[in-house]
């Protein structure tokens, strides 16, 4: 198959287009025919192997152990371990899958069924793939960290972000009142997907205007 493949931390020039032998499932595991990946700023840390803390997370101190990047994924299940309950083949499907090695640059990556999710049918592949890693930083941050509730008031500085744009559509899902801080040029995309009201930070400094929020 063909993969996005790098040895040596660096640039994107550091990237190369390789064949690789096929991955093969484990019990526990699916095949997956990727049809779409997108990259996160932890696939670019990763790949420049910057700030240093990140070589000892996820990889080598001089060189990268996880040689093909790409945590956010979607596609097709082409094969499944014997103890893979939940998918089947042809299954569409999406998910984080960094806490299984990373390898989403690929044509083909195996994942636990756990890091997966099927597709809802109204959502392209791309669309998916876009979704797993800033959504779930998001419920991580607003639900599981923040235990949001319906009528707070959340206050979300950099609402037009990769991260923002779920933080303000989730924290409007759990009925909160949403404040978000963004630049001029995105008020208007911003108020579209929800936002209650909106603060631009180049003409107003919102940790001066004496309003108190429940989470932030």
Same mark, same amino acid.
């Given at each position: 198959?063909? &993969?996005?493949?790098?040895?040596? =931390? ?5 990237? /190369? ?8 499932? /484990? ?8 049809? &779409? ?6 696939? +670019? ?19 990268? /152990? ?9 596609? +097709? ?24 090695? +990373?390898?989403?640059?690929?044509? =083909? ?9 099927? /597709? ?80 631009? =930070? ?10 108190? =929020?429940?989470?932030?």
């Amino acid at each position: 198959m063909k &993969a996005i493949v790098y040895e040596r =931390y660096g640039s994107p020039d550091v990237l /190369k287009l390789k064949e690789v032998e096929n991955p093969i499932p /484990k019990d526990n595991e699916v095949l997956i025919k990727v049809h &779409a990946a997108s990259a996160n700023a932890a696939d +670019w840390h990763i790949l420049r192997g910057e700030p240093f803390l990140v070589r000892l997370m996820v990889g080598g101190l001089l060189k990268p /152990k996880i040689k093909i990047l790409g945590a956010d994924i979607a596609g +097709w299940v082409e094969a499944v371990g014997r103890n893979v309950k939940q998918l089947q083949p042809g299954d569409e499907i999406f998910g984080d899958i960094s806490e299984c090695g +990373w390898g989403g640059f690929a044509e =083909y990556v195996c994942a636990s069924e756990n890091a997966l999710v099927l /597709k809802p049918a109204n959502i392209s592949f791309e669309e998916a793939a876009a979704i797993p890693m800033a959504a779930i930083t998001v419920l991580q941050g607003l639900r599981d960290k923040g235990k949001i509730q319906s009528g707070q008031k959340v206050l979300i500085n950099g609402a037009s972000g990769g991260v923002g744009t779920f933080a303000v559509q989730i924290a409007k899902s759990f009925g909160a009142e949403v404040i978000g801080v963004c630049s001029t040029g995105k008020l208007d995309m911003v108020r579209s997907i929800g936002a209650d009201q909106v603060i631009d =930070y180049t003409q107003e400094d919102f940790t001066q205007n004496g309003q108190r =929020y429940d989470l932030i």
